[in-house]
């Protein structure tokens, strides 16, 4: 490889192909969150979920050397980590947000816990695809080399839209979500709703850890997630719980943490700390720019049990 | 988020054990605590606590790499804890080991263990000794049964700066650095002098990710170095691994640090500037045996085995390996200043001038606050 610098346009190339490499993990947790919260429950656990799925993904894979055991294993124990979540928040006086922080140090500790043996070896890496074989510049090429994950979480962005409108199944999600009574009046049972939503949250949750530990950074230890899953799960309230909305938040979030690395590198080195904040001021610069002391907040589900 | 929920009321175990009716056990405890060389000659446990996992390719695995040498001796029992957040909970962690291990000799290995937590320790338990790692004992200010040790690795960083300047091409070097602190600049500074011994055009991009140990802001700067034409790539944070796998992955070449990251890029892996604690510990415990008094303030680099480099990998040259050996040799033999003046730092201003010279032990090199000229970023 032959080595050549491209100058300040490193850095618009570097917060695009940070946006999508920095950004999986946090579609798919706010993708899950969206599920959850759609049907009137709120998971604030699934940073722990994350964490346990990258372990989870990491391990499998060194031990059968498939990649992508390692994800449907991720997804597996997610799923079981809503269950639990959504099994005990179904009691009356149990609040969820206790439980959810309950459960996120729980899958932290059981992820440090059991992923010990697996901080040293390596696992094979998720495929990528490479989009920029078309051109010469090595900066292009590697910055579209773009993860199957990536492109899934996108394309499920799509189809939770389109499925919340036009389905009987997401008819269902947002009747659970938005009156409980009214869900009873239709027959439908609102917690084996919930319950059936937390799950898919949680699995969709523990692929973002598996694309963290098998892709991107693409090593398991217990600093990797470092509250990726606690910003997406704030994400989905940025995002006004709409699964397109969320992507596009994750895209923003991931550009704007590439950013910092990007300006030091083409010698705009003053005040780095500043510009690692540039993520967070963003998101409070949009909150208070779209928010409003008149009205709550637009597309909040109605039954979403902040308080019980 | 782990670290706040781990503030629990500080209750120690000492504290406890003092305060209620089972003082006896106390009493029967206390034989274990005196460091009496009688005592020490018998058997000794030697409690060693990390900030991370002890198997992270990195800072920690260098540790416990000289923790495991010093397993090997006879009537030498090793307690360690990972994992220890620089918060009050070393403080329970070092209790433990002293009440319920019977630990006499305590090595808490990070840089915030030191103040005020050892330092608490070494006041509650005057007849134990504490040894930390990084440059902060001073005389008069700490307690006698305290010290520091620390290795002079910076000539293992120059030693990497010259195989970075045989093997680039591009004439530019980058280097993922935590924090602008005296440790990380001076690495810094003396991979770009390394470097510039072999080619004095080279420049070496430098980014700061701001934290010690945060995978995927490594990982970003990596690639943001090497967007920007970097060719070889050496980081000082915790954990190389992230660092050393995504530039391998890029197709740029590595040097480590910390410990031999080579197993991670086999190919790509120049060589590295590793700590050797094993021979440092194995010193400070044959002391402690024999009932001498241990070092408070103990340095070496090379010379005295504190630090080593990896074996060279095959992308290495011929010429590179010659100036490489020649220049090791150097060093070993003592003397050798990693920064001779004239110097200018990046902003022009002359910080060695002409005919001064710093060889690894001045302390004028521990305060360094500076990035010297062909060094891209900025302290601050």
Known sequence: ?308 | MTKLLHASPAISRRVFLQSSAAGAAVASLAPGLLLSPAAAQSALTVGFIYVGPKDDYGYNQAHAEGAAAIKALPGVTVVEEENVPETVDVQKTMESMINLDAAALLFPTSFGYFDPHMLEMAKKYPDLEFRHCGGLWQEGKHPGNTGSYFGYIGQGQYLNGIAAGYATKGKKIGFVAAKPIPQVLQNINSFLLGARSVDPTITCQVIFTGEWSLAVKEAEATNALIDQGADVVTCHVDSPKVVVETAAGRGTFICGYHANQSPLAPEKYLTGAEWAWGNVYTDFVKKARAGEKLGNFVRGGLKEGFVKMSPLGPAVSEEARRKFEATLAEMMGGGFSVFKGPIKDNKGNIVVSEGQSFPEDAIELESMAYLVEGVVGSTA
């Open chain 1, 1 to 308: 490889m032959e080595a050549i610098g491209i100058g300040v346009w490193g850095v618009p190339l570097a917060v695009f192909a940070g946006a999508i490499r920095v950004s999986t993990p946090f579609i798919f947790v706010s993708l899950g969150e969206a599920i959850t919260e759609r049907s009137g429950r709120i998971n604030l656990g699934l940073e722990g979920t994350l964490v346990f799925g990258a372990m989870t993904a990491y391990a499998v894979a060194v031990v059968t050397l498939s990649p992508w055991l390692g994800v449907l294993a991720a997804m597996a124990v997610g799923a079981c980590f809503g269950i639990i979540h959504g099994f005990i928040c179904k009691f009356p006086k149990v609040n969820d947000i206790a439980i959810g922080i309950a459960m996120m140090q729980f899958g932290l500790g059981l992820a440090f816990f059991l992923g010990k043996p697996f901080i040293q070896p390596a696992a094979p890496r998720l495929p990528a695809i490479a989009f920029g074989a078309w051109s010469d510049l090595p900066q292009i090429q590697a910055a579209l080399n773009i993860n199957v994950l990536f492109l899934v979480g996108a394309a499920l962005a799509l189809v939770f839209w389109w499925a919340s409108r036009n389905t009987r199944v997401g008819l269902i999600l947002r009747v659970v979500g938005d009156s409980s009574d009214a869900a009873r009046a239709m027959g439908l049972n609102p917690d084996t709703v919930r319950l059936f939503a937390t799950a898919a949250g949680g699995a969709l949750a523990a692929i973002g850890g598996a694309y963290l530990s098998l892709y991107y950074p693409g090593s398991w230890n217990e600093g990797i997630s470092s509250g990726q899953g606690l910003m997406a799960v704030a994400l989905v309230i940025f995002a006004r719980w709409n699964p397109i909305g969320c992507s596009l938040a994750a895209l923003l979030f991931g550009g704007a943490g590439a950013l910092g690395p990007a300006l030091q590198s083409v010698g705009v080195t003053k005040g780095y700390y500043l510009f690692y904040a540039a993520p967070y001021v963003l998101t409070l610069v949009i909150m208070i720019a779209t928010s409003s002391p008149t009205r709550s907040l637009a597309g909040a589900p109605g039954a979403l049990s902040i308080t019980k």
